[in-house]
Structures are given as C-alpha cells and as structure tokens.
C-alpha cells in the first residue's frame, strides 16, 4: 500500500513550457486535490476532485488545469509555465465522508 | 484570502516541556477543524481533528481545545520531544475543502 504518490519529485522549467504533475493514490479514496505550498505560507488549493468525473476551481486555480482521469489518478498540468508558479506541490486524497487527508511526498517546481 | 490562521510563526520548546500552539479562525461554519504536522521535505500528516460541536479532544500525548465564543483552536503537545519538531498547520473543513493557516514553526531543544 503506497498510498499517495506523485512524479516527478524535482522539476525545473523554463517560462512558457509545460508539464503534467502526475498523482495517483491507491487507497480507494473519492475525493482528490491539488494544493500549492509557498515559503512561509500555508497550503492553498488548487483544484479538487469530489469523485470520479468532477473537478472544482479552488482557491488559486489560474495558470493550471486538472484531469480526473480515473479513481486512482489525479493530474495537474501547467500550460504555459511562469516564475509565480515556482513552489511545491502537493497532492491528497481522502475517502467519503473522511476528514483525514492523506498527502503525497511533494513535487518541488522551479520555473527560471 | 486565509480564514485560519495562527498566532506565532515559531515557538521554541524544551525537551520534556508541554508545547501549546495556537490558532484562530473565522469562518463559524466550518464542520471540522484538523491540526496538521509537517516535517522538513515531507507532506503534512494528519494528527488530530475536532468537530465544530466539541470542545475538547484527546490523543496520543495530544489535546485539540476548541473555544468557539473567540474563534479559538489550540493544540497541546504533553512531553515534547525531539521528534516533534516540524511545522504545525491547523486547518478548517468546510464544504468538502481543507483552508489551511501559515504554519508554526516548533523546534524542541535538547
């Protein structure tokens, strides 16, 4: 049971390139979220997933996109990257009904 | 913007001692309010959460307070020990979704 795991680990991009940050958890949970972490900062939501085939804007969804792509796997893609969007990114998933969010290692993103 | 936040970015504790650390919120609707523990180049990890009905919570070495006249959430950490040093978020559940505060800084001295 790995629980929560995200690729890559370090990433660095230039400005204007794209990537996916890939999540998947196999935990049978419903829900799955993306959160952004910055120095000093809390984690702020990205997007989220309440089930299987729905996604949700959250707190600071400009600049990414998100794909539910099954139960297990959960991704994030940057578009079009930029220096702002440089920070660590952290995947969770948790089960109906729970309140306990299980999280991913961190993929930590530089964009020079 | 942030509806939870936390009194001090760090608190410095002594082996042995009782740590308390702080938080306060401002969304009265909230379901649910967790504490988070965050060590260096980790993800944060699930400690302990209280139901917005409560007012006190025990675990493990741990207690979550929770004073809604004030909007008041605390964690105590009994015999702090080395390992307990990390970052602590308190966070908030409402609507399905987690807000989180800034994070306390706790470092245990020897």
């Known amino acids: 049971n790995a629980g929560v795991t995200q690729t890559p680990k370090f990433q660095v991009l230039k400005t204007g390139q794209s990537m996916t940050l890939q999540c998947a958890q196999d935990?049978?949970?419903?829900?799955m979220y993306w959160y952004r972490q910055d120095p000093g900062m809390g984690l702020r939501l990205i997007y989220y997933?309440?089930?299987?085939?729905?996604?949700d804007k959250g707190e600071v969804p400009n600049g990414y996109n998100v794909s539910r792509l099954n139960k297990r796997e959960f991704s994030l893609r940057l578009e079009s990257a930029a220096p702002s969007q440089t920070s660590v990114y952290f995947c969770a998933s948790i089960i109906r009904g729970g309140r306990e969010q299980y999280f991913g290692p961190g993929t930590r993103l530089t964009v020079t | 913007g942030e509806s939870v936040g936390l009194h001090l970015p760090t608190l410095s504790v002594q082996e042995g001692d009782n740590s308390i650390i702080n938080c306060a919120y401002s969304?009265?609707?909230?379901?649910?309010f967790i504490w988070y523990k965050q060590e260096s180049g980790k993800g944060p990890q699930f400690i302990i959460d209280i139901r917005s009905n409560m007012d006190k919570r025990q675990g493990q070495r741990v207690t979550v307070l929770l004073n809604k006249t004030v909007k008041h959430l605390s964690l105590q950490i009994a015999a702090t020990q080395p390992g307990d040093s990390a970052v602590y978020f308190c966070a908030e559940i409402y609507d399905y979704k987690l807000s989180f505060g800034a994070g306390t800084t706790v470092t245990v001295r020897a």
């Open positions: 997933s309440a089930s299987e085939g729905t996604t």
């Open positions: 969304n009265s609707a909230s379901d649910y």
């Open positions: 935990m049978n949970h419903n829900s």
